[in-house]
């Protein structure tokens, strides 16, 4: 039988946000990702969406379950194997963009490169090829600061890509961006999806944004409401 | 990469970097100038103390530091003389005999220091000719004439030019008395000294106390005195057993040991100034990087692993921590330096200095390279140490704790 490329195995996910008070944010979520798919998380505010993507990305540890990543392991393992992971195999675009701020935007964009040891030659080199995929070669030289929201998160984005991860995760990464933008992000990522095979899984609760994936999860109060492949 | 991050947070953070660099560069300021300022004074005590009389470095008798008696003088000067003549290191040998008499003036009698030296040679190894006060210096031929300190003078209630008598008991036990005129009159600051000390050329000294040939002590001028030591235990082992040569360190160990107390209390005065900057410095960086832990959340999401963030962090430490130290290095020093050639001159404290043995008001620093080289790597350790338990801190965040951080 065929591994999936992403096995999400009975997660659950508690918070203690206080004494005596505690919120279940995922509840024995058990999902399947193949490899180069584009898949949309969705589903109202609080029901678990960014939990459930932090716990695939390594970034944050389930209550109960396992998350295994090309049939690696990527819960309970070290927090400087998982910092080797993530570096090497997850991609992350944040809501909020969360750009190095004091980095331009192709020293952004290079950063997972130079951690990955790559020459300066292809780091160059790949830095270009993304940015001319995602229409920003002007703004290289700029800083976070200097560019406006869409721009920062397809820098962002670009950077996500750059080091080729297996795996690219996005939480709501249209939520700032207004809709053209929105849109423009949603078809880069498409394209990016198809032309370079990264399996991409990305959150929203934007009816226009949603209806781009091919593979649709809907989550209601930290469980799969529905799984489906509309694409 | 971590370079380039570090380097331009520190510019990007102007404000915390500019108050730390100030804060740590003060500091190591004030540290190496107290350093100098400490060592100067101490420097300038000990010459002051053993350059006024005492000598740098010593010989005597076996046991006769012990028991200064009439019994273990160097009954053969000569001898010494003559095997210590071109010894390296020596710039000037004299030999001088203490003794101690009953002065009586026309009104008053005191017991006092008679000392026969040789005015010429004495002139090299003390400061009894600087010290001067009225009428003039002793010379080699001076008979029956007194050189007195001016408190004895007070005592005896005379002057230049007054008469003076004195019994004693000679190197041979012989009962010794003559008349003397008070030829100068001499001040060094040191009270007790100035009250009791007297001083009449060797030739005459050793006529009227049977001393020909016989001392109680030589003085020696080394000719480099920071190597006082060394060559006091080099000329110890050419004299052989029956002799002893001390340098200051041995025959003035109150001295010393009042040295290295002043310097215990200087030092524990700087530890309280430091530990209150190291914990400053802690509480600064950590308000500083709490606020930066988003930040270093994002950096942690994309892969950059804890030890590479704590060696980025570390690396802005070490960069501030440099800037600092060198900073305050060349503020420090260049007051060390600039104390050094134009001494602090502490004109309306004399009187309390002459208590602590300074006969000087003009305190220079102490101009050490190393010295302020190694105060700046005690202030860049300092520096760098305050800043290790933010930076585990705020390490220990997880990612997503971290992207959260308010």
Request: neutral net charge; charged residues 20%.
């Amino acid at each position: 039988m065929k591994q999936p490329f992403l096995d999400v195995k009975k997660i659950s996910k508690t918070f203690h946000p206080g004494r005596d008070v505690q919120v279940q944010a995922l509840v024995d979520i058990s999902l399947t990702f193949n490899r180069g798919e584009f898949v949309v998380i969705y589903g109202p505010s609080g029901s678990g969406k960014t939990t459930l993507l932090n716990i695939m990305g390594g970034l944050d540890s389930p209550t109960a379950g396992d998350v295994l990543l090309d049939g690696e392991r990527i819960t309970g393992v070290e927090e400087k194997r998982l910092s080797r992971l993530r570096r090497d195999h997850i991609g992350f675009v944040f809501q909020a963009y969360n750009l190095i701020p004091v980095l331009t935007a192709r020293e952004n964009i290079e950063y997972v490169m130079q951690l990955q040891g790559r020459s300066r030659s292809e780091c160059d080199h790949r830095t270009r090829e993304v940015a001319e995929k995602l229409a920003i070669a002007e703004l290289l030289d700029k800083l976070p600061g200097e560019m406006s929201g869409g721009q920062q998160q397809r820098v962002a984005v670009a950077r996500a890509v750059a080091s080729r991860p297996k795996l690219i995760l996005a939480d709501e990464p249209t939520a700032n961006l207004d809709s053209k933008s929105a849109e423009g992000l949603m078809d880069m990522m498409q394209a990016l999806n198809e032309d370079e095979g990264i399996t991409i899984i990305f959150s929203s609760h934007d009816p226009l944004v949603i209806g781009k994936a091919k593979h649709s999860i809907l989550l209601k109060d930290g469980q799969v409401a529905a799984d489906e492949f509309p694409g | 990469m971590f370079f380039k991050i570090a380097v331009r947070n520190i510019f990007a953070y102007s404000k915390r970097s500019i108050i730390t660099v100030l804060l740590l560069s003060c500091t190591t300021a004030l540290l190496v100038f107290s350093t100098a300022y400490m060592d100067g004074s101490h420097g300038r005590m000990i010459q002051s103390s053993v350059e006024i009389y005492p000598g740098y470095v010593q010989i005597t008798h076996k046991g006769f530091r012990d028991n200064p008696s009439l019994e273990n003088l160097i009954f053969d000067a000569g001898k010494v003389r003559a095997s210590l003549k071109d010894f390296p290191g020596i710039a000037v040998l004299t030999p001088r005999f203490e003794s101690f008499v009953l002065f009586s003036s026309e009104e008053k009698a005191v017991g006092g220091m008679f000392t026969g030296i040789d005015p010429e040679k004495e002139m090299h190894v003390s400061r009894l000719a600087a010290s001067l006060k009225q009428g003039s210096y002793l010379t080699s031929n001076d008979d029956a004439q007194v050189y007195m300190g001016r408190e004895l003078a007070k005592r005896l209630k005379v002057g230049v030019g007054d008469q003076v008598t004195f019994v004693g008991t000679g190197a041979d036990y012989s009962f010794a008395a003559d008349t003397l005129t008070v030829k100068g009159i001499f001040q060094t600051g040191l009270f007790d000294f100035d009250s009791r000390a007297s001083f009449v050329a060797k030739p005459y000294f050793d006529r009227m106390m049977a001393a020909k040939n016989i001392a109680t002590h030589f003085i020696v001028q080394p000719a480099d005195p920071s190597q006082a030591e060394a060559l006091a235990a080099a000329i110890g082992q050419r004299l052989g057993p029956e002799y002893e040569s001390a340098s200051w360190q041995q025959t003035m160990a109150g001295l010393v040991q009042a040295m290295r107390v002043d310097s215990i209390f200087g030092y524990i005065t700087l530890g309280i100034i430091f530990i209150v900057i190291f914990f400053v410095v802690m509480i600064f960086t950590l308000l500083v990087v709490y606020a930066r832990v988003r930040e270093i959340g994002i950096l942690r999401a994309v892969g950059t692993g804890p030890g590479q963030i704590f060696s980025m962090l570390l690396l802005e430490s070490v960069l501030l921590g440099l800037v600092s130290v060198v900073l305050g290095g060349l503020i420090g020093g260049s007051f060390a330096y600039y104390f050094h050639i134009n001494p602090i001159v502490f004109t309306s404290f004399e009187e309390q200095f002459k208590q602590y043995g300074l006969a000087m008001t003009a305190m220079p620093t102490d101009f050490a390279p190393l010295i302020i080289l190694r105060d700046m790597a005690v202030m860049f350790v300092l520096s760098v140490s305050a800043t290790l338990y933010p930076i585990f801190k705020v390490n220990a965040f997880k990612p997503i704790e971290a992207i959260h951080h308010v």
